[in-house]
Nanobody
């Protein structure tokens, strides 16, 4: 059974940090592009960071550049989202995704939310001011 399970969300003050984890089972992350998405209250889900193992490219949404980083641990089949200098506007439900990169369309497409893949159930991140 394919499963993605996020963890690490919570309540943090502005300026603080959180690290989200996404553990995969039933498939290998190495074969997919990795994506972190978020959905703020009343807004559509948006791509935050997406990274392709095909060409090593990474897309960062402008609002998180310099603050968020993506990493992975192949041995644990787990990916991480390190979030620093958090702002209230970072509040939302964060989802990880293993995105099908067989199209070689590139990280912008993978972060559009339109590419097929597997999704986690999401974890809530709340940043207080």
């Amino acid at each position: 059974e394919v499963q993605l399970v996020e963890s690490g969300g919570g309540l943090v003050q502005a300026g603080g940090s959180l690290r989200l984890s996404c553990a995969a089972s039933g498939f290998t992350f190495d074969d997919y592009a990795i994506g972190w998405f978020r959905q703020a209250p009343g807004k559509e889900r948006e791509g935050v960071i997406c990274s392709s193992s095909y060409d090593g490219s990474t897309y960062y949404q402008n609002s998180v550049k310099g603050r968020f980083t993506i990493s992975s641990d192949s041995a644990k089949n787990t990916v991480y989202l390190q979030m620093n200098s958090l702002k209230p506007e970072d509040t939302g439900v964060y989802y990880c995704a293993a995105v099908d990169q067989s199209s070689s369309a590139g990280v912008l497409y993978y972060c559009s939310g339109s590419a097929p893949g597997y999704w986690g159930q999401g974890t809530q991140v709340t940043v207080s001011s």
